[in-house]
């Protein structure tokens, strides 16, 4: 679960040990979905927000593209469905555990 206050995300599922179910990835969210993007510049996966989906015919997998805004930071960005996690990936919370993030 991501809890946001005035734009800023307070806590996330991965800090209390919970998950949420994953949709495959065929599955089409909805917008407003609060959930983790992977950012294209770092390939880090950040906290975000669905804003605008579109239709995407060119991509075989899943034929939307999301808008995302990505909390605390403002940057928007459009990913495939590939890009998207209900939760942080296990490897990256394992990192920020060791880096003292988690």
Same mark, same amino acid.
């Given at each position: /679960? ?21 949709? +495959? ?26 804003? !605008?989906? !579109? ?5 075989? !997998?899943?034929?939307? /593209? ?10 928007? !960005?459009?990913?495939?469905? =590939?890009?998207? /996690?209900?939760?942080? +990936? ?6 920020? =555990? ?5």
């Amino acid at each position: /679960r991501v809890t946001m206050k005035d734009g800023q995300v307070v806590s996330t599922a991965y800090h209390q040990g919970e998950k949420r179910k994953e949709p +495959p990835l065929s599955e089409m969210l909805e917008l407003g979905t609060i959930c983790f993007g992977q950012f294209q510049v770092d390939k880090i996966w950040y906290p975000c927000e669905i804003i !605008e989906i !579109e239709k995407a015919p060119d991509v075989k !997998e899943h034929p939307f /593209r999301y808008l995302v805004k990505y909390s605390g930071y403002g940057n928007e !960005e459009k990913l495939e469905r =590939a890009y998207i /996690r209900m939760n942080i +990936p296990e490897e990256q919370a394992s990192q920020m =555990a060791v880096e003292g993030g988690a």
